[in-house]
């Protein structure tokens, strides 16, 4: 157990559907990343979050956005979902933000868009 | 980004010493050396990571060549729990922030 807990463990939408990911960061964690993981791209950073600010962006889609809360937990909204949307969703969580940091990564979402 | 080439698949049998090779010819003096595993239906989950010297833990250790071109992972004796994707990052000033994963060697372990 990383400590990094997301909910929900799965999600069944439908295409044109919104969907929120959720994430809470192990205790004193400042820092909170999600990551997308699908059979055809493998694992793809998406966005970092450093105590409540952006602090980098990968390949995000527009439809895709993100947020960390004052409390530190960070939440990923999905909107207009497409078919090829559907994927493992994991976020990740480290003390702070430097490259000498380790990540902890959560269970995942497996969101399966129909 | 940094490059890293990894084999894409190794055996092992299990309660033997197993190496994990990484060539990353292209790091940069501020990049740090992190390996990462990811067992079948689970999250990444790291195990290592180093600069310049060498590095051990409960885990696993990481021997760094001296040029720093190439890395090994090393299981001291693998068990069947140890079958997974392992990942070799680098992870420096460029990309601070965002683990860019590659395809990873794929470990097989045999009883």
């Known amino acids: 157990d990383s400590g990094v807990t997301q909910t929900p463990k799965h999600l069944i939408t439908a295409t044109g559907q919104r969907v929120t990911l959720r994430c809470s960061p192990r205790s004193g964690d400042l820092s909170v990343y999600w990551y997308q993981q699908s059979l055809d791209q493998g694992l793809q950073f998406l966005i970092h979050?450093?105590?409540?600010?952006?602090?980098a962006k990968g390949n995000i889609l527009e439809r895709f956005s993100a947020q960390q809360f004052p409390d530190l937990h960070s939440e990923l909204n999905l909107s207009s979902l497409e078919l090829g949307d559907s994927a493992l969703y994991f976020c990740?969580?480290?003390?702070?933000?430097?490259?000498?940091?380790?990540?902890?990564f959560g269970p995942g979402t497996r969101l399966t868009v129909l | 980004d940094a490059k890293t080439t990894q084999p894409n698949s190794m055996e092992s049998n299990e309660e033997e010493p197993v190496h994990l090779p990484c060539n990353h010819s292209?790091?940069?003096?501020?990049?740090?050396i992190h390996w990462y595993r990811q067992l079948p239906s689970q999250g990444p989950e790291y195990v290592i990571h180093g600069l310049t010297s060498n590095v051990n833990n409960r885990m696993a250790s990481l021997a760094i060549a001296e040029d720093r071109k190439s890395s090994t992972l090393i299981l001291h004796r693998a068990t069947l729990r140890d079958a997974a994707v392992y990942y070799c990052?680098?992870?420096?000033?460029?990309?601070?922030?965002?683990?860019?994963f590659g395809q990873g060697t794929t470990l097989q372990v045999k009883p």
């Open positions: 292209t790091i940069s003096g501020t990049d740090y």
């Open positions: 990052i680098l992870y420096g000033s460029s990309n601070t922030g965002k683990l860019i």
């Open positions: 990740a969580s480290s003390v702070l933000a430097g490259s000498y940091n380790e990540q902890f």
């Open positions: 979050y450093y105590n409540g600010e952006e602090r």
